[in-house]
């Protein structure tokens, strides 16, 4: 699957494409939905698949203090994208030359410049200078410039209340790990490259794979039943404490995922770690006797719950 990138000129095997166009992060039920369409659009008419989305989001673009949001990277929306079908994953680039665009100007970025015969948005969907253009405006516009737009109504939940990132987002600041899978179709997953730690695990019969929390949406700060997802394809499961482990000095938060039965080195590889179940919140133990106690009953009651818990990618 390509990626590209929207300053760059699109290949000529690309243009005449049907774009799905939004943020998609998280790829929830939502989002998929609206992909889905336009992916089968596009086989329907045998045109190549675009799914578009921005980074940065624009949240963190017009306010750049707001705390880390992001339930996906670039990375994981490629991989999710491609696996839905998708040709290609266009990146816009979230500047101050993009959000200046008006409603017309970013539609003939898409019909003329880009060469898109039709896209697919969700109903909510806005765009242009002030977020004035609508998906009424969109196809009036594109229209006249010989795409074709279409829009996909929201997708309820079982509640009867619309799937969104906004509610996967408040699952997850609960520890609600099996509502976020709902949600979104699979577990909520933190993708990072191993790093070295202080290596106090390994000396207490625990070695954890530390992983920074990047731009990720802060879950719930405690100990957690995981899978981590390796590079070779290989599943391992775990258990994990996110937080700033309060036990040790100085703080430091990161992800720091246990795996069972597993003594390779994961230094400098790329893994996700799937967020099955929240166990616990954080706590302080008064020696490391008290902690090693409580980190093999963490592992015991993982394992009871990964047993029966189904894998999902």
């Known amino acids: 699957m390509e990626r590209l990138e929207s300053g760059a000129p699109i290949p000529a095997h690309l243009r005449g494409s049907i774009m799905a166009l939004g943020n998609f992060d998280g790829f929830h039920r939502g989002h998929q939905a609206v992909v889905s369409r336009a992916i089968d659009w596009a086989k329907a008419e045998g045109r190549p698949a675009i799914v578009a989305t921005f980074d940065p989001h624009p949240m963190r673009f017009f306010q750049p203090d707001t ?27 979230f500047d101050a030359a993009l959000s200046a665009r008006t409603a017309e100007d970013f539609v003939h970025l898409l019909a003329r410049d880009m060469g898109v015969a039709g896209v697919v948005t969700g109903q909510d969907f806005t765009f242009g200078r002030g977020r004035r253009g609508t998906v009424g405006r969109l196809a009036e516009l594109g229209a006249a410039m010989g795409m074709t737009a279409q829009a996909v109504p929201p997708v309820i939940g079982r509640n009867g209340t619309v799937i969104s990132s906004s509610r996967i987002r ?56 995981v ?19 309060p036990s040790f000095d100085p703080p430091k938060e990161l992800l720091e995922p246990y795996f069972f039965d597993f003594s390779e080195s994961l230094y400098d590889q790329v893994i996700e770690v799937q967020m099955i179940h929240y166990l616990r919140p954080e706590a302080k133990y008064e020696g490391m006797d008290a902690l090693m106690a409580q980190i093999a009953k963490d592992c015991d009651d993982a394992r009871q719950i990964l047993a029966g818990t189904p894998h999902l990618a």
Not at 83 to 91: F, L, N, Y
Not at 227 to 245: E, H, K, Q, S, Y
């Open 170 to 225: 408040e699952a997850l600041k609960t520890g609600d790990c099996e509502t976020a899978t709902r949600l979104l179709s699979r577990p909520f997953a933190i993708q990072g490259r191993v790093q070295h730690g202080d290596k106090i695990g390994r000396t207490i019969g625990f070695p954890t794979a530390n992983i920074d929390l990047g731009t990720y949406l802060r879950p719930a700060y405690g100990v957690y039943a």
């Open 227 to 245: 899978r981590g997802l390796l590079p070779d394809g290989r599943v391992l499961d775990g258990a994990a404490n996110l937080g700033i482990r």
């Open 67 to 93: 705390a880390p949001f992001r339930l996906t990277t670039l990375d994981q929306r490629q991989a999710l994208f491609g696996r839905s079908g998708a040709d290609a994953m266009m990146v816009f680039a």
